[in-house]
């Protein structure tokens, strides 16, 4: 377990190697986002619409 | 004529919620019960949202919540360690950039969930250090700490750097960090 340090920089912006890893984080977030959204959510805010509706 | 609806914005986030969900379970199917849970949260409480206001980051907040919520209800946390994150992981070339990206995807599946947390949000997610201090609850110094503690990690489990390197102790970091102790003295 890593002490919890205040540190009052972002190095990333000094270290290749942590600006390496940023990208990679990035592009791992990446490939979630554009791999596309399951039907379930689209029906379930369309059933969630739908009770509003009636209410 | 009527305001609009935040609802309709919801759907625009459910990517991203998707992508931080699954930083968090490191499980993909888990991830998306954890994104159900928070639409329905969101949907109850859209009341409370301001319009105007970043609708993004609240939602973000809402699932974080949930999930903090529901690990702590659970005895135990079971997690996929190995599928995680890489679960439909199209595959990269071996040859575009330093590190190999699954390898990548699976040492940041080693890290705590707080640094998860904290590096996609910062990272992944482009929210600034004080927004995501916001949505965390966390002392902006200490959302910086976890960053950097998780980027060292990172490089650590993925051999990337020699020891003093990732100590932080490069001459440029070096000057960085002591121009801002002066700084805050």
Excluded: C
């Amino acid at each position: 377990m890593y002490d919890e340090v205040e540190m009052d920089d972002d190095v990333s912006n000094v270290d290749p190697v942590k600006r390496d890893i940023d990208e990679k984080i990035r592009d791992l977030y990446r490939e979630t986002v554009e791999e596309g959204v399951p039907e379930r959510f689209a029906k379930m805010l369309e059933e969630l619409r739908k009770k509003e509706a009636s209410k | 004529m009527s305001d609009p609806d935040p609802r309709d914005e919801i759907v625009e986030h459910l990517p991203s919620l998707r992508a931080f969900a699954r930083s968090l379970t490191r499980n993909p199917a888990r991830a998306d019960d954890l994104v159900q849970d928070a639409l329905l949260k969101a949907w109850s409480n859209i009341h409370k949202f301001e319009p105007g206001t970043n609708m993004r980051a609240w939602l973000f907040t809402i699932l974080r919540n949930t999930f903090y919520s529901e690990r702590r209800k659970a005895a135990r946390e079971v997690e996929d360690v190995d599928g995680a994150f890489t679960a439909g992981l199209s595959e990269k070339p071996a040859h575009d950039g330093r590190l190999a990206f699954r390898d990548f995807a699976v040492a940041f599946n080693q890290l705590s969930v707080e640094q998860r947390e904290i590096l996609v949000l910062v990272g992944g997610s482009g929210f600034s250090y004080e927004e995501a201090a916001e949505m965390t609850g966390i002392a902006i110094g200490t959302v910086k700490s976890r960053a950097n503690r998780g980027r060292m990690r990172l490089a650590e489990l993925m051999g990337l750097s020699d020891a003093d390197s990732l100590d932080i102790t490069d001459q440029a970091t070096v000057a960085v960090m002591s121009a801002s102790k002066t700084a805050a003295a």
